[in-house]
């Protein structure tokens, strides 16, 4: 099904931005989806009947068409898969062949009437992604760059005892730095 990973987690915490941004990023997912099976529903579907053609047709061209490819795609397991292809067949949304060169392999297919139905969701998708796009895109963006580091302010400055023969006014002159490094 799907390749189960060690979490690589980095030692350093979260700031407050970054908790912002992960739970602004998960609900502009959440709200897409929920936007999105009300548009599946719609037009008679339940959403992995949707989910089944979208992969289907956005399968990379070097993937065959599989049961399998599919079932990774969707995370789901094989059994499962199969059930969902059998209600997609049966609602004339795809079709099921065996492979010519290995008879063991099943190859899928999007009928016209699939294609037809996967066109109008897709177009849907797309608009509500126009819609929510830029806060999903800055919401992701806070998260994978590192955070920046903010200089320490003035009166942070004279809080942590910094001694740097300034007070705290204004940055040490390349004279004064090399009598620093003496103390």
Known sequence: MYERRAMNVSPRPLQPLEYESLAEFRYQIRKFLRHMDKE?????????QYQVLLAIKGLPPERMITVGAIAERLQVNHNSMVELLNRCEQRELITRTRSDADRRRVELAITPRGDEILGKLSRASRQELRS?????????????QPPARKPLERSQHKRNGMRDGT?????AAPSQLSSLSAR
Do not use: E, Y
């Open 40 to 48: 599946v529903r719609a037009v008679g579907l339940n959403p992995q």
């Open 167 to 171: 007070n705290g006014n204004h940055r």
């Open 132 to 144: 929510i796009g830029k806060t999903l895109v800055r919401s992701v963006g806070q998260l994978i």
